[in-house]
């Protein structure tokens, strides 16, 4: 779990992201608040999303899925919980956090998951937060590698001296599995010997 000590302190704010009032967790080295959690009141806002606020004022959301020690049955009004669920808590509260990033970027376009890991990570959120959040994704099908391939296939402009090699290792390279990029090419008609052929084509040749 992630340990405070590590960490050192961490304080609950309130952060404007780009331009939404999203309530965030971010990290205060320099805060010297207690580092347990009193929780003010809770409420869920989804079957599986809740807010929590604080008695110190600030509040955030995190996903149940997102709590590997800590039980939502122990996150109820009144509640001081100790280091660890602190930890745990307040982890969750960031994949929430990663979540809602990718969640902006996908919102702007179809992303793979390997290129979207590599934005996330340099906005400087760990790999691990990512990793769940974008598994998150991925089971909702917000996030989907296939569908991203077949985007980036129907908008690539493609002339005649490209072929399968040249375009599977595109997709390779942007992160796409062989399995998923090959059965993308197979399913727009995209030809061993490099020429693209399409359905009404490949009809009339039968």
């Given at each position: 779990?992630?340990?405070?000590?590590?960490?050192?302190?961490?304080?609950?704010?309130?952060?404007?992201?780009?331009?939404?009032?999203?309530?965030?967790?971010?990290?205060?080295?320099?805060?010297?608040?207690?580092?347990?959690?009193?929780?003010?009141?809770?409420?869920?806002?989804?079957?599986?999303?809740?807010?929590?606020?604080?008695?110190?004022?600030?509040?955030?959301?995190?996903?149940?899925?997102?709590?590997?020690?800590?039980?939502?049955?122990?996150?109820?009004?009144?509640?001081?919980?100790?280091?660890?669920?602190?930890?745990?808590?307040?982890?969750?509260?960031?994949?929430?956090?990663?979540?809602?990033?990718?969640?902006?970027?996908?919102?702007?376009?179809?992303?793979?998951?390997f290129n979207l890991k590599r934005k996330l990570l340099a906005k400087g959120h760990s790999k691990k937060c990512i990793d769940l959040a974008l598994a998150y994704l991925e089971s909702k099908n917000y996030l989907s590698d296939e569908r991203f391939a077949r985007v980036w296939k129907k908008k690539k402009k493609i002339n005649h001296s490209e072929g399968r090699i040249k375009l599977l290792s595109e997709l390779l390279v942007r992160g796409i599995s062989k399995n998923i990029a090959e059965k993308v090419l197979d399913d727009f008609g995209v030809c061993i010997v490099g020429r693209i052929t399409n359905y009404s084509d490949k009809k009339h040749s039968q």
């Open positions: 779990h992630l340990k405070l000590t590590d960490i050192l302190h961490v304080t609950l704010v309130w952060l404007n992201v780009r331009n939404t009032d999203r309530k965030v967790l971010v990290v205060d080295s320099s805060s010297q608040n207690d580092r347990k959690l009193e929780i003010s009141t809770t409420r869920w806002v989804s079957k599986d999303c809740m807010e929590i606020t604080t008695v110190s004022g600030p509040s955030f959301f995190l996903r149940e899925i997102y709590l590997s020690c800590v039980s939502v049955t122990d996150i109820v009004e009144g509640a001081v919980l100790n280091e660890d669920q602190t930890a745990d808590i307040i982890e969750a509260g960031f994949c929430f956090v990663v979540e809602q990033k990718a969640l902006e970027y996908l919102n702007r376009s179809e992303q793979c998951s």
